[in-house]
């Protein structure tokens, strides 16, 4: 069983930052892709952030030089980096990754809003 726990949410003034973390624990013994993906009240869940086993990431233009997926392999984290956030980012982030073998898992979400 694998599960996936994030944290890092939070409310933020506009402009402010934040960073999400995300730990994988069980039975997983490679990830071949780890992504953010966020949801506001009445929208699709979009992603905002992936990166692949090999390190290669990619983002939408909506956060595209203002947030920074990373990961820490050994620990089995994943991160985002939230820079400059403006209220339009207010959202229940959730954290999904791919094994090697094809499953994929999904976190639980933190929320984040960025409100004065």
């Known amino acids: 069983q694998v599960q996936l726990v994030e944290s890092g949410g939070g409310l933020v003034q506009p402009g402010g930052s934040l960073r999400l973390s995300c730990v994988a624990s069980g039975n997983i013994f490679s990830i071949n892709f780890a992504g953010w993906y966020r949801q506001a009240p009445g929208k699709q869940r979009e992603l905002v952030a992936g990166?692949?086993?090999?390190?290669?990431?990619n983002y939408p233009d909506s956060v595209k030089g203002r947030f920074t997926i990373s990961r820490d392999s050994a620990k089995n984290t994943v991160y985002l980096q939230m820079n400059s956030l403006k209220p339009e980012d207010t959202a229940v982030y959730y954290c999904?990754?791919?094994?090697?073998?094809?499953?994929?898992?999904w976190g639980e979400g933190t929320l984040v809003t960025v409100s004065s």
């Open positions: 999904k990754i791919r094994s090697g073998s094809g499953m994929e898992y």
């Open positions: 990166i692949t086993r090999s390190g290669i990431t």
